[in-house]
Each structure stands twice: as structure tokens, then as C-alpha cells.
């Protein structure tokens, strides 16, 4: 089993940056695709980024350009940097991780494929 433990989250004003970190220990050596997530109050949680082990990465359409995942698999910590924060990026936001599987090629950021999660961290972007 992984053990991933968010941090980084905070007040931001509208416009400002944030970098997430998320630090994975345990199986570490399991894990294959990481992802970020995160839940607005009374929303279902949605993805907002996968990457893969070589750092290739993929996002929904309302963070590309602002929002920026990246990875140290050397430490086992996962990143996301944060540009141009809108109110509608408020959310707690959470780390997952899974193992390679041959069915699931790419590292997207679909919740069901991951296996292991984190507590999260709250993001939240005011004027």
C-alpha cells in the first residue's frame, strides 16, 4: 500500500500561485501513474491532472495553461504548481496513485483507475 500526504494548500487571492506538493511513502515502488484531484464544496470530486513516470502529463481543458504537475520519482513527491487562480479553483485537493496495468496505457486522471489517495488539501481563492 501507498501512504500519500498532501501539503501547500492555503488562502490565495484571485490571480495568485500555489504549488501542492504530495509525498508518497510505503510501496513507493509500486506506483506507476499519479494524479491530482480535487472536490469544490457540494461537487463531486473531478480530475485535474495524471502524469506518468517519465513526467508526461495530461489535463482537463479548465486548468491547461494555468496549472502545472510534475514529479521527483527520486523522492517520491509529486507536485502541482498553481498560475492564475480563479475562484472556481477552490476545492480540496488530493493526490492519487496506482500501479502499471496493461489495460490502462496512458496516465490520465480518471478516479476510478487509482488505488491509493490522500486526505487532501484545502485550496481556497478569494478577491
Known amino acids: 500500500q501507498v501512504h500519500l500526504v498532501e501539503s501547500g494548500g492555503g488562502s490565495v487571492e484571485v490571480g495568485g500561485s500555489r504549488t501542492l506538493s504530495c509525498e508518497a511513502s510505503?510501496?513507493?515502488?509500486?506506483?506507476?501513474?499519479m494524479g491530482w484531484f480535487r472536490q469544490a464544496p457540494g461537487k463531486q470530486r473531478e480530475g485535474v491532472a495524471g502524469?506518468?513516470?517519465?513526467?508526461?502529463?495530461t489535463y482537463r481543458d479548465s486548468v491547461k495553461g494555468r496549472f502545472t504537475a510534475s514529479r521527483d520519482n527520486a523522492k517520491n513527491i509529486l507536485y502541482l504548481d498553481m498560475n492564475s487562480l480563479q475562484p472556481d479553483d477552490t476545492a480540496r485537493y488530493f493526490c492519487?496513485?496506482?500501479?502499471?496495468?496493461?489495460?490502462?496505457?496512458?496516465?490520465?486522471?480518471?478516479?476510478?483507475?487509482?488505488?491509493?489517495w490522500g486526505q487532501g488539501t484545502q485550496v481556497t481563492v478569494s478577491s
Open positions: 492519487a496513485a496506482r500501479p502499471a496495468r496493461s489495460w490502462l496505457i496512458n496516465c490520465g486522471y480518471r478516479e476510478r483507475d487509482f488505488d491509493d
Open positions: 510505503g510501496n513507493t515502488l509500486s506506483i506507476h501513474c
Open positions: 502524469i506518468a513516470p517519465d513526467g508526461t502529463t
